[in-house]
């Protein structure tokens, strides 16, 4: 298998500066380690648990900067739509259209991004069984588009609580399309906060971990200079200076894993 | 309290006959009990386990014939919406507007949909603690709209299977607002077909009667004349010969609960 | 049906004097509202949180205590074992041996409980699907005893929760047994408070009327005068000095069940 | 830390003969490794799903192959108790008590465990949660035993599966104490099978792979020449003849895990 994926950014765009400063420094990170990178912020935040949390700097300002960053740094940028509307332009500024995973069974929205001929990454929801991913699949390849990426990103657990069935990335696995493993949102806390999410930080390095080993084509990791002041998912971030290490060893992990691939 | 109200229909739209003939029985069926009741159907079903899943009459022609049942039958009707724009048509056509339970979070729907003054009833996510429900409710206060309920629909217990927590009920009532008790789409088992969503329809009785000795505003109870054949959701439905009795035992508690309620 | 069993008591014996107590005012509380009796106490404790909870007044005292009110009164008592070796002992001075939740697939105790002939009820572990108790049923069949009662006390939900799912009880009625609900118990929060569990006393009533109204042979309340300073349980206790009112009202809706049972 | 333990064998002794050729055969892969060998086997099974469930030879007999193969191979012995009577004669036998996952709040199982002075593996049971262990671990301390190892094996995740989460390891690893991760019981279906448990083999290796990458000192892994004809466990033990590459594979990610920390 190729080489490990790593997809990271920070969970909001907040502004130009910022998200070049995040991207450049990742991209920095990941030529070191030999991994592929993928920049991730997102224009809209469209469900943040409470209507006081901050959603970002809308479409438009969002997807120049999105573009920027594509054109500038080299490097292909990720970000999700929420409605079928938004997929035709997002797909002119990035390379990869992200469906959320309350959205994950959306008609309409999985058409029309798969219609834009982007790659489509789909969240896999947290009430959705890991083999439920095959009829989302066929919803994005019912437009001709097969440039899927599914995500395990934490499955509901009693209230309050995510726990990611590592069984999930290669049942997966079996649609023959590449799979993520969200780090960072499969330790959040939906709702843990009251009027906002908790999360588990110190956990992010663990799934990472665990899913490299098992075996994954991409990590997605948010990470932000200052978590506990980001406007969205601070709570499970990972600090942007901690982020060298950890590609690194996530490296020496995927290489094993690519070497001697688990044979189900 | 008021006596209990009766939300009833067929999941999707299949024609107008078939509309008015169902909401004429069930309206025969709620005066004979002493229920108040509100017509249910929906006009697209936007997220169908499966492509191939039907997805109903459309827009346009759906909410016709809504209007018709709420004129010539003179019931409150009740449908989904499933984007921001689709709120204010909807809201001319029908009485309640109902934000379906993947999309509770969805913060320009919510915004959307209390805008049109309409009454509005939130179905909990799957993924959703019920004490998390106050952050959905302040969403849609913001819009000055304060006519809300909110509906118990079952949560995520594994894979494949919800369970419907009766602690739901009250703790969603600390809000002020009406709850509901969803009886059929409770015994919903997300995906359990393969390409399409199994059903416990025998326990949908048991959910409704727990739920109506505990104290509900309403029941939610999706009927058809023939479920086995039903476009969606047959596998949960209630038959219609069966809905007589069903009324009129839920009543019966009703008159009880109402009587003697819980005293949290 | 017959109409409701009451199986109430402290969680464990305390003294003598404290059992009488609560024995004689239950049984006052259900001769008045026409319920069944059934005084319960454990003698032991044996598997509290952490080891400085309180076990109780031991077996051989323990034993006298109850079997002086089984005479004194003229109640049935219950009590649970926790050893093959308890059951012959237990069974000369109890009615119902009970089987802990944790002991549900203990081979050896459900024989040894079964050989004596006396009523077993057990408790359906945290970890079991309701479907699986006929193959605790039958290890107790076995022995040649088909006295038997099956309760629900709440399954494992995420960490520290459990949930009571109300379609566990017609699920088990299809064995033929009674069932039993223990709506104290399914509001246990497991460990909820570190080095002893949490509980929510408010929802218990809640547990307690949906069981009932959904029908079943008894219910399991665990009750004490002063909740907050019971050596264990006192979370998810009821107040001795609510019994009547709950009781009487249980038996409201238990007449209601009785005379319209769910026809699955 | 030091290179990885490995705790394999049949779930259940047959005979003296297989007990010595699978222990024979594992301490060669494990030697040829460099991984510390431990052998495990049940002399008794004590919580068969069902009655016809086969319960193995007995505590004398099973005993007697459990020493000979300790100093015939000279390899440690593992295996589990059930009543607090067995711990002792059970420790002349073996090294390392195993306290089954129902019965790991047992107290006086755990204190008699403790009280033996041998090594005591507990399984965190499948209703708890990994932060509770503490409390287990304060039982066995208190009588001055701390030769304690904590072993995740799943949790319920809904009826009839279980999943096994990550965090649960540096949790369990906070206690101080040698935390294993059991790969094949962790994929088992309890009562999936009706009247036997069900399992999910092909992902066994999935489980140990992420744990060993996470950091672990040991995994059990349940191993049979023939599993689909093994008396109990054997939709979920992998196959004695891929033993070596299993190991061999998790030998190479434990010099990585080791050499590499995760700082949580």
Redesign the interface.
Known sequence: GRPLTVIAGPCQLESADHAQMIAGRMKEICDAAGAQYVFKASYDK??????SGR?GLGMEAGLKILSDIRSGLGVPVLTDV???EQCAPAAQAVDILQIPA??C????LLLAAGETGAAINVKK????????MV?VV??IE?TGNDRILLTERG???????L?????S??IMARTGYPVVMDATHS?QQ??GQG?SSGG?R??A???A??????GVAAVFIETHEAPDTAPSDGPNMIPLDRMDRLVE?LM??DR??KA?P?D?
Chains 1, 2, 3, 4 share one sequence.
């Open positions: 469209a469900n943040r648990t409470s209507l959603r929420h409605t079928a309350f959205l069974r959306q008609t309409d929801g947290q009430f959705l069984a890991p083999w439920d009829n066929a919803k019912s499955v509901s657990f009693g209230y309050n609580t726990v990611a069935d590592m069984r990335l290669p330790v939906p709702g009027g588990q110190e956990f390095p663990v799934m971990r665990a899913a490299v080993a098992v060893t020496d992990f094993l894993a001697d688990i189900l």
